[in-house]
């Protein structure tokens, strides 16, 4: 699709047989193909009985003759994982989230796929699809999960996997699509995931960039705007337009679907860029005026009340519940701090978790008694 699209590099020989044979590209033929193999596996009815806990004898006879074949069954797991990339390419997130509804990926220990690529594959895209949807704990969930499982098997994809270089392109996506989550909704991660982060962004003018957002005027503020579109544009899947290009006009129209996207995103963004701003404010006191805070952000007090009002209502996310689907949820306010206006008054509330070090300590110690079981373990010639 994104092959065709870029028409200024093509013959008009080229051109005249893409035009004569636009069945070539047709989403709906590749639609078609994926859907006959969701139908012909049964993967849905098979994960719909495993998710009821039957036995396999029982899941076996729902499968029928062919999906009970590995090949059929495997063919129909990975054209789910297939469909729902599609659907994110072509920018339909919801339909790319309710492809996957039998999958409970917010189950723990759960691990899909015996393909590592296929696993994290599917985590990415489902986890784009969330921050789109503007479901930024979901978002935050599906990529550390699918990070804390790439930590602990990575030695395994060094090994085996000839597939390294997809795998830490699309580890890298993440880490960068996660700080974006945690720019625009912060919340605490664990702490292993929140160090790797780190290390990939580096700690130094972007980090400050995003988490200081438009702090320090119109400079700083395009410099946040910036920073995103940059992060947004490295981590986002490389988009395709279900529709075929006009074939009597030479002109490349193969990034219009990125730039839709990235616009869509940077609307997004735009309207939260003063909310960094108002939560650093709100971390220094207790209770302020807004006269004061509006003096403070140069802004009057009219819209600064409906900056507070903006915030109350992006801090408010739809979150998973445990539901049958993946898009079941319950409105949820996440952030790290909370306020009320009361009359000429804004009173802050901080919610933010102390740090719980003992936990760290533990998992240290677990993994020096680890080590010295394995040096035990060890013959020395």
């Not at 020989?13 to 004569?20: A, F, G, H, M, Q």
């Not at 490389?238 to 940077?266: A, G, Y």
């Not at 009359?343 to 533990?362: R, S």
């Amino acid at each position: 699709m994104s092959c065709e699209s870029r028409l200024s590099n093509k013959s008009k020989e080229d051109i005249s047989k893409l035009d004569k044979n636009q069945g070539v590209w047709n989403i709906h033929s590749v639609l078609n193909v994926m859907y006959s193999l969701i139908a012909k596996s049964r993967i849905n009815e098979q994960l719909t009985a495993y998710n009821q806990g039957l036995s396999q004898d029982e899941i076996d006879a729902i499968a029928g003759k062919f999906g009970s074949h590995p090949l059929y069954k495997f063919l129909g797991f990975f054209a789910l994982v297939g469909l729902c990339r599609l659907q994110c390419l072509i920018g339909d997130y919801y339909l790319a989230v309710t492809v996957l509804d039998n999958i409970q990926l917010h189950k723990k220990g759960m691990t899909w796929s015996p393909v590592p690529s296929c696993q994290i594959t599917m985590y990415y895209y489902v986890g784009f699809a969330y921050l789109m949807m503007r479901r930024y704990s979901d978002a935050i969930k599906c990529f550390t999960d699918i990070l804390l499982y790439i930590q602990r098997t990575k030695n395994v994809f060094h090994v085996r996997s000839y597939q390294q270089d997809m795998i830490q392109k699309q580890t890298d996506q993440m880490y960068y699509l996660l700080q974006i989550c945690l720019t625009l909704h912060p919340q605490s991660i664990d702490e292993s995931v929140t160090r790797s982060m780190n290390e990939k962004l580096g700690s130094g003018d972007r980090m400050q960039k995003l988490q200081r957002g438009g702090t320090g005027g119109q400079n700083a503020e395009d410099d946040f705007l910036q920073e995103m579109e940059q992060l947004f544009l490295f981590a986002c899947p490389k988009f395709i337009s279900p529709t075929l290009p006009n074939f009597n006009e030479k002109k490349d129209n193969h990034r219009d679907m990125l730039m839709l996207q990235t616009r869509v995103f940077m609307e997004e963004v735009r309207e939260q860029s003063k909310i960094a701003v108002i939560r650093s404010f709100l971390k220094l006191y207790s209770s302020i005026s807004v006269q004061k805070l509006a003096g403070f952000m140069n802004l009057t007090e009219s819209e600064l009340r409906t900056l507070l009002m903006t915030f109350k209502h992006k801090m408010k996310n739809l979150v998973w519940n445990g539901g049958a689907s993946s898009l079941d949820g319950h409105f949820k306010i996440a952030s790290d701090i909370d306020f009320y206006v009361d009359g000429d008054m804004i009173h802050i509330a901080d919610t933010k978790v102390a740090a719980k070090y003992g936990e760290y300590f533990i998992g240290q110690i677990q993994k020096c008694d680890e080590m010295k079981k394995r040096l035990k373990a060890m013959s020395v010639q």
